[in-house]
């Protein structure tokens, strides 16, 4: 999938979300599985990355448990073309000692785990390992939320893996919804705060922790738009972080994501080529308040 802006979902980015399976350790060679959903990213130059939750792949996040990851497998389906008549080719790789990245904060449930570097440590055990991925170019920036081109209202859709019944199907499917709190803002509920995330009226089951959220935002027009009608464009918004649970409930009709911008800052801090820079603060105390109450996180 090219660096291009899209104006619509299609199969190719439906089949962006891959079916993820972590395997952990302790010292006393416990094993234990994990699943999630997620998705890769590529770079200017061409270097993939995937993208998921941090609890996803830290068994230890916001908790001690002395869990190390042994090995990450990504199953998904790959869709040559969006109008192509031939089937989906299925698509399965065990990564071994995987080493993801993390922000500093335990408050960003987010990690990225590069896939080129180095890739002795892949092994494709269905199909070639080619899988469907976003361009970076479709990342929103702090100034999409900044200025109400993600707003509230706004209309998510998220690719992903629900496991229901305890089941995971082999194909993702496409969940809609609206963005129902502030994006210029951390969402809150409550006496709670969700730093650099934004809440969601949407369904999510457990399992879609790590799918891509994707936002449809007003388009620069051109000649050719306006007369083919064509006034959006669809842009990566964020990270499924998860349904708010309540008592005795596994989904909720209130979703969390983590907004792409925090997403573009771990992505550097991973060596990602293109990267556009996550905000720019106009002074240095300005930096210290960022992510804490304003508008950028």
Not at 68 to 74: A, F, G, Q, R
Not at 243 to 270: C, M, P, Q, Y
Request: net charge negative.
């Amino acid at each position: 999938m090219g660096p291009c802006s899209m104006a619509k979902i299609d199969a190719m980015v439906l089949y962006s979300a891959v079916r993820l399976v972590a395997v952990f350790f302790d010292r006393s060679n416990n094993k234990l599985a994990g699943t999630g959903s997620g998705f890769i990213i590529t770079d200017t130059a061409e270097n993939r990355y995937l993208v998921t939750n941090r609890h996803v792949l830290d068994h230890n996040f916001k908790k001690f448990g002395g869990w190390e990851l042994e090995s990450v497998k990504v199953d998904g389906q790959y869709q040559s073309a969006a109008m192509d008549i031939l089937s989906t080719v299925p698509q399965q790789v065990t990564i071994t000692d995987p080493a993801p990245r993390f922000l500093d904060s335990d408050k960003v449930d987010l990690a990225v785990l590069p896939l080129d570097a180095p890739l002795g440590h892949a092994q494709a055990l269905v199909g070639e390992g080619t899988f469907n991925s976003l361009p970076a170019s479709m990342l929103a920036s702090a100034a999409d939320f900044a200025f109400g081109r993600v707003a509230v209202g706004g209309t998510v859709l998220t690719p992903g893996y629900p496991g229901i019944g305890g089941e995971v199907a082999e194909r993702p499917i496409l969940v809609g919804g609206v963005i129902s709190s502030d994006p210029r803002y951390p969402a809150a509920l409550g006496i709670d705060t969700y730093p650099s995330q934004v809440l969601t009226h949407s369904f999510s089951w457990n399992g879609m922790s790590g799918s891509p959220v994707l936002c449809y935002v007003p388009k620069e027009l051109t000649w050719g738009d306006l007369e083919t009608g064509n006034y959006e464009e669809l842009i990566l918004a964020g990270v499924n972080a998860g349904h708010i649970k309540t008592s005795g409930e596994t989904a909720g009709v209130l979703t969390r994501f983590i907004r792409a911008d925090a997403l573009a800052e771990l992505l550097n801090v991973a060596g990602a080529q293109g990267i556009p820079m996550v905000r720019t603060p106009k002074s240095e105390s300005d930096a210290d308040k960022v992510g804490e109450d304003g508008p950028y996180r």
